[in-house]
DNA sequence: GTCTATAAGATGATAGAC
DNA sequence: GTCTATCATCTTATAGAC
């Protein structure tokens, strides 16, 4: 089959993401330009056309693959047992998937406010049901009376904002591997919901 | 004493700021013209070149001027005591000072990217003062026993992290107030690193 | 599918009048 | 101290050739 010169719809699709996530993770969405992100995929500004309408949707687009990744996962994963064997798979499942996506999760977070009205309404939809997973593991456990926390939804949020705090200061070589860090947080997490002996 | 009409320095300046922080809460550094500021000000854009020498200066007073006020609270609070008593102070302090400059927060923790790498060093520099205050907190205790931490830096972090993720999900008028929330927060706290009873 | 060229407007910052 | 006017450059997005 012949396929017409300069013609790379395969490969040039991927690295346009690639190039974004890349660029907005560093410079933030409303610093990088459409010209920038073509000369980092090896392109003109005008071909990025061809694989988003405008500059909107390669941010949703981003974001919205990394939620469908992480609700994917998370359904995949399945966590199984009592409450407490819960909190702990969804602690390392937390760590696990979100430490090797640092520009992933960073996009995620900062650039809810760049998104416009409906997009943003459709993202908040999906980290919501990601919160909710959790706040139900807590509230199971909390009726079995193994946790004791005076409200579920607010040590969701916090349990939640400790682990992506996580993704904001950890580096690849660093002090600890992500196992070490895996156990440290897992203790911390364990304990702050414990009922006191 | 004869005025210059239009002269308005002791009013215009702070209203910069004031009009900065709002935008830039808003929409995002990159994203807000300093033609936008101007309007919210209510002046013409040349006229901010009186306050600011350039769009980065006014970043970066901004975030100096957060965490100024940070360390100058943290400072003046002086946490006595033990161990104990001193995190919960140290919990306590962050959230009241925290939760009520939701838009400083906002900044200085999102545009830290688009300093420039001179003033980036300065800004880290503080905030690494504030994280070492709860570190030593940390250490002193588990030193004494009190606490049961695998790793204190790390537990550092995670409390940060936690604490700072309550200004991103706190809203005024919500199911909590402030009083409420920092005593779940406390209770958090407190179990997670405790010594197992 | 990619290119070049271009439209139509916004940007940070400065100069000089008042 | 603020204004108006301006510079030089950058922006997103589109049109049409290949």
Redesign the pocket.
Known sequence: MAR?Q????DI?GPKVQQAALRLIADHGFAA?????IAAEVG?????L??YT????SLLFDLMQGHMDDLLGALEAAAFQGDALTRLEAFTRFHIRFHLPRADQVFVSYMELRNLSAANFAEIEKMRHRYEDALEDILRVGQAEGVFAVADTRVATMAIIGMLTGLSHWYRDGGRLDMIEIEAIYWDLVRKSVAKPA
Chains 1, 2 share one sequence.
């Open positions: 017409k300069g013609s790379h719809a040039t990088v330009s459409m010209r920038q392109v003109q500004a005008g071909a056309y061809n309408p405008d500059k909107q």
